[in-house]
């Protein structure tokens, strides 16, 4: 999918599982602010090569597992 810019805030997200966003590889801008995100899992951004901005504030994340960002180069 040709998408550069996803908008999920203020939806009520809870968790990030693994491979959430795997088939979004030309996204370059991630906007999660405003949930009630408390973990994410370790993969969760797996194939995201060309993200650039990841945006988390106002969550309550309490877990973020070892190599959530491992291979987010930007």
Do not use: C, V, W
Request: overall charge positive; glycine content about 2%.
């Amino acid at each position: 999918i040709n998408l550069n810019k996803l908008d999920l805030s203020d939806n009520k997200l809870k968790t990030i599982k693994n491979k959430t966003f795997a088939k979004l590889s030309f996204l370059s801008n991630l906007d999660l602010t405003y949930n009630l995100i408390e973990s994410i899992e370790k993969e969760a951004f797996y194939g995201l090569t060309n993200l650039k901005e990841l945006d988390l504030p106002n969550n309550n994340l309490k877990i973020i597992e070892n190599k959530t960002f491992y291979r987010l180069y930007n």
